[in-house]
């Protein structure tokens, strides 16, 4: 369905040709200031045309707000969103080798397949358009989450095609134990990450070396994919819920339903698979003394934990909840499935194979734009179980303490609110 | 929360020692036949003890349905299922290393953040008995999948630490570009997996050096961790719900959401990032003829669809929906916490640090025994969305064929049921 | 939450001084014909200024579908729509009588309690504006049901304060033991219903009555309630899910849901507490032969069930599920809280008591323009129920026959699909 | 679907021949005190056999907890309960009446055309067994209630078959206009109710009468129903979510998901669409000062709202949420269909009419057993709509504060936290 979360519940409508695309955010916390001018920037991130090596369209996607504030205030009422498409005519088909062909690895066959119907767009709710809303709804989230414990969530490209930034070594066969890596995700911030704009790889060479592989692949009509590495701060312990919407887990479903998303890896990841726990176990430590932030939340007395881990294998969840120490993940993305280079493939009808070349000038490689929609999917998913995990607290705090009893038949009392 | 699925809704309970773990499956489709026989096996698959590189004790694990059948046969209300814990009695605790230091990238300290009360297990709901209920509720979908569909699902260990079986060479670096893993997953059955018990990696080779790499990592206290790979065959095309609910996102949740799961990736996964849309796209062919499968579907005119892919990079799934090819999918387990050998680490109390070592016998490696897991799960997902499908299929078809109009404008007709 | 229902799943947005009011629409089958036109008549139905006993403003509330159809044809994913309010900026407070005292039975203080921030409009989303949404998505629902079905629904007005069109007398002292109402329930349609606007009550003399009753109430600055009767016709039998979610409890949630909505019955309602059993049960007959209506369901080989009730106390619905015979209720309306009628009250501020006096025109009796809104409330209730119901049904369709076996113990063969 | 609740969530299982009846609850606070003990006394107020006007079977109904707590305190993990069912064995049917014909007015028919399946039970979901894990949930929603804020629950019947407790009078046509009621509510008690088991009506005349009311009908192997009432004291103000989750719709989705459950009115209900918006309204008055209940949310600074109403013809709720105001409501059952007086019906092969006898005892009057369901349907509604609220203040109470700003345009400033 079109619903992602629970508490922090965003409904998204919308494909290419219709008049709009939107969402409904149930759930918004009252009292938080917000207007458009705190989603826009994200909206504009993700936006295409920002530079030669990206689409050269160049759509405004200009967010309207349609309910749910007063005078810049959110009323605690669903947020309603809409950006307008500019063509809203469906285009008409049959007469261009796009009507006759399904795209190869595109959503064309498939959404025919699922409903019966082809929309004029082919791939109807796939479209890249469809993230408008997602980005719209994070920037919400992620607002929330700022002010009311600082969480920051900052994603960047780390590879393009073959190209990484952090290539795996004999020493540092995955990033995670690659303490250049485990810096980086530190200190890392948004404003670092654009000042590499086009890719959007906070580093100089690496960065160089993808913007050449998408020319190539661009003067080729061709297209590349890429992974993008996210991390999440200040994030606070406890957070996901068992067993089902474990941290990762949720994190995994948000990620893989990004379009042209392949796979996600949280932590350690794959290569976490290959060592032995003795070495990939996170020792806990006594967290060190910081002064508190300046947050709602430190305001109203909540403390960071105890106990924080020497080492980070773990991406900051155990048991799919969080321990406080940063999240951080990787995602893969395809090559985008429409290419302009000429492709072999069966017509719709099943009568025939043909040729098939996409007209019009096409995106080489998403990645760099996914980057906003990755952060707004980490956002939806933090925002959601902050809630669910706030509510249980609430739950637990207006309850009268337990008694100080001795269990039955003479066991050790139980460890309530501590050990 | 512990409730997975919409249309076939799972509802799980219980933690390593209270009186039983269980379930409930709400939406089960009635007039199945449908006994305990039909759920057993997987629970043996997935029980602990079943070799000497597993951990030794020996469970029985015997499934019980509470409700929802009758004569053998499923009456369409909710299923009850329960397995009984044979240590019931909460463990006191207070006088062991446990329980003065959380384990290392254990639950025991994220539980204690999250819920302020400590378990006698620590882990709470984190403990593997959690995924009992998962793979009684899996071989129910499992059941019904076969009979109306012909589906069949078989994952198998893939690797164990360092040992793959596909490892990466120069030609083929992942195994989804290698002819004999894509031959692999048009024919591997649960027979043929369980022939290489105590490891279920199904070639003789490099089972061997698996069982020999866990039994070093037994030996020396340690544990290991490994990926499992699944394939699930003879799926229907048009599975999978846009946007957030994609059949790669419920996979991928399904799989984050087994303890101890680190990645996933879907087709050609992160290898795919590195390819060009030219050489990933999978182009369409015309489906060959086949003789349709004995299955309650096919008498019911369900047919097949008119094309297919002459590769499969995408792991059967295309905009997030099925296209009738195998789905294929890799997820990797990280190393058991719990491990015999001393770590320093912090005491609960944040007073110091100090040493655990775990006492008792524990699983070197949980990977074989996840295999059911993710069967189990694999069956969750798939029986969810074909519900979803199949309903919305009935909700077509008893709708007044489309008037042949031209469309406004004198634009051609809408493709309604066709191009 | 603003999201009703589960497989046809209406989420809503929008109060009194924001841009629009509108909603998404997840799950509408694909392949339906739809425009605007299918949706204004109803919205049209509700809209203020209808006469001189309705409020005098005149909306044009014009509904503009967002996304989800082309070329006038649903393609299966979400639906959005909005009706842009003409009046969109929030009001100023601080200098009338309405802003220091909340009003009595209004929502103004109880939205100030739970959100902690009070929205220009007092009330935040318990405005009326609020049902626009419903009505849009129940015209949708109502257009599918009629084309696969040929279900109907009306409502009416059955009382305006202590007027009754079906006043209790000794010997029916409940509409539904009145053979003159259940005549009437079989037959009334909305084209009969609109000739008697505004008071929408389909009898002469009662509608008479009714008028002048609330052209009194107006001339006193006052408001009055009354009572909406609805019909559901040629409803399947199977409808409604067992527990929590039978047909009534849905209807109940749906019709308590619509502001100012105090009570709910089905068929017999609060009269069939008083009534034994002998009396109030219905015993089966066998279905007369009707020749199929030209629907889509019966070119696909639907059938109507063998069997009906002889009399229908049971509303239609017995064990909470329909069982083909007309259901229909009765909902009762308090009247409206605002009023020009000086009010003594207290203070937002608690500071003391005095005079509210409400500025402006309202509405002296809400319940004709209630009459759209309680029939959309039912379509979506009906439309849920039988979209769950199409999809188990379709999930049993594709299992294979039972094998006829004997049961254990020698006992009788089980009665799947017949007795 | 058989869950109800959003935050505290049951999922039921079981019909009448299975193993056994339960639950599985999601959302419990940690760290309640909590044990069988808890639960058991109101499954004792819902057993049939209390006297010689109810059934006569005499079972046991003895709850087991089976996960979830440890030494008597809740974990915060699913809640998994269940109650064995003494005859397990599905009948065998072919040889009775009852099983050629359905029930009248019970549910035999409608299982059959929803599951295409016959369980021996007949209405298999509908038995009144179901009810149990109703109860059981709802006790220990009702121990939180009580210990967190106070919260009493209060149902007694006030209603058998045309015998009234508060018959209509010209003076007060309906309980809420009577004084003597809006006293009873105030001040009744479970421990008063129970005085006058069987019948549970507080008072002596009407309790009499209503006893030989029922006597007659058993004698006449007939069966009649009757209406319960409940009260809800010291409810939060705030609680309830618009617009589909208006407290009042819960509370009639919960209320009619009651077997036999035919109608359900909010305060003044039914009379309330008959009287003035005038005479209607509940002025505000400044709420007096009252010491603080000894509860957890008062130790923890919660505190009463600063007014409250004069009169309480909104039963407690405006807009759908809660004013702090004592919360009442009125549900009708009808007769139970299951009579052992001869009935002409139809046979389910529909082949022709003929007499039905219901062998045994039946229970000739079901309301006052629906005394504890009631109860426990109004605690999980209470419950679930407590944790939304109190989600939401703790999402706000860690937002900082708002700058003090004047609205564009020269407006007031923004009525946060207050007017």
């Not at 796939?126 to 009311?148: C, P, Q």
């Not at 960065?207 to 999440?232: A, F, L, N, P």
């Not at 952060?375 to 959601?384: F, G, P, R, S, T």
Request: aromatic content about 6%; hydrophobic content about 35%.
């Amino acid at each position: 369905m079109s619903t992602f979360g629970t508490h922090f519940r965003v409904t998204t409508y919308g494909e290419s040709h219709c008049r709009s695309v939107g969402c409904i955010i149930d759930g918004v916390p009252p009292g938080m200031e917000l207007t458009e001018d705190d989603i826009q920037p994200q909206l504009t991130r993700r936006r295409p045309g920002q530079s030669a090596i990206t689409t050269p369209r160049n759509e405004q996607d200009i967010v309207e707000i349609q309910s749910g504030t007063e005078f810049g205030v959110t009323l605690g009422t669903p947020i309603g969103m809409l950006v307008r498409n500019k063509d809203q005519r469906p285009k008409d088909y049959g007469n261009s080798t796009m009507d006759l062909f399904p795209r190869p690895s595109h959503a064309d066959w498939t959404y025919l397949e699922k409903y019966g119907i082809k929309a004029s767009s082919g791939g109807g709710r796939s479209s890249a358009r469809e993230t408008i809303a997602r980005v719209a709804a994070g920037a919400i989230a992620e607002k929330y989450l700022t002010l009311s414990h600082g969480i920051e969530i900052v994603a960047f490209v780390s590879s393009v095609g073959p190209v990484h930034m952090f290539p795996p070594t004999a020493l540092h066969p995955t990033p995670s134990a690659n303490p250049a890596f485990l810096d980086l995700i530190e200190t890392i911030t948004r404003e670092t990450v654009d000042k590499f704009v086009p890719v959007r790889c906070p580093n100089e060479e690496a960065s160089k070396r993808m913007e050449k592989e998408i020319e190539e692949v661009r003067d080729d009509h061709d297209s590349i994919g890429g992974t993008v590495t996210c991390v999440i701060r200040n994030v606070l312990s406890g957070l996901g819920e068992p067993c089902f919407e474990k941290m990762e887990a949720m994190l995994a479903q948000a990620m893989l339903s990004i379009p042209a998303c392949k796979g996600f890896e949280i932590g350690s990841g794959f290569g976490g698979g290959e060592v032995r726990g003795s070495k990939h176990n996170d020792p806990f430590v006594v967290a060190p003394e910081v002064p508190p932030m300046e947050t709602g939340a430190s305001r109203n007395g909540t403390k960071r934990p105890k106990l924080t881990t020497k080492t980070n294998n773990s991406g900051g969840i155990q048991g799919g909840i969080t321990n406080g120490a940063p999240i951080y993940f990787r995602v893969v993305f395809k090559s985008a499935a429409t290419i302009g280079k000429a492709q072999e493939t069966a017509m719709y009808n099943g009568e025939g194979m043909g040729t098939l070349e996409a007209k019009g000038r096409h995106d080489p490689c998403v990645v760099p734009r996914a980057v906003p929609i990755v952060e707004a999917m980490a956002a939806l998913v933090v925002m959601d179980a902050l809630m669910i995990q706030q509510a249980r607290e609430q739950s637990r705090r207006v309850l009268p303490p337990l008694k100080k009893k001795d269990p039955p038949n003479g066991e050790k009392s139980v460890g309530v609110n501590g050990v």
